[in-house]
């Protein structure tokens, strides 16, 4: 099972950080991260990162969110700075594992507003 946490109300231009952290697994995950899914939009991948440190980060999110992990304790952060409203979704942690597919958490909503 993947647990988040973080989330909530923040203002344009604040940060905010997420957490998500794997339980119950006998395996490092081969890529952690997080998508989101905005209302009436389809889920999209925020930023992920490798076992070995490799990420990828959706366009939008450049420069702004920082994704970092922690193998041992399979635990994947995302550090978001300069929120804008448009950041707005439900985040979902992910982790993917080869020959066991993909796991996911159950969401926290971000919400950026003033």
């Known amino acids: 099972q993947l647990q988040a946490s973080g989330g909530g109300l923040v203002q344009p231009g604040g940060s905010m950080r997420l957490s998500c952290a794997a339980s119950g697994t006998i395996f490092t995950f081969n890529t952690m991260g997080w998508y989101r899914q905005a209302p009436g939009k389809q889920r999209e991948l925020v930023a992920t990162?490798?076992?070995?440190?490799?990420?990828v980060y959706t366009d939008s999110v450049k420069g702004r969110f920082a994704v970092s992990r922690a193998n041992a304790k399979n635990t994947v952060i995302l550090q978001m700075n300069s929120l804008k409203p448009e950041d707005t979704a439900v985040y979902y942690c992910?982790?993917?594992?080869?020959?066991?597919?993909?796991?996911w958490g159950r969401g926290t909503l971000v919400t950026v507003s003033s």
């Open positions: 992910n982790g993917y594992k080869r020959s066991y597919g993909n796991f």
């Open positions: 990162i490798t076992s070995a440190g490799s990420t």
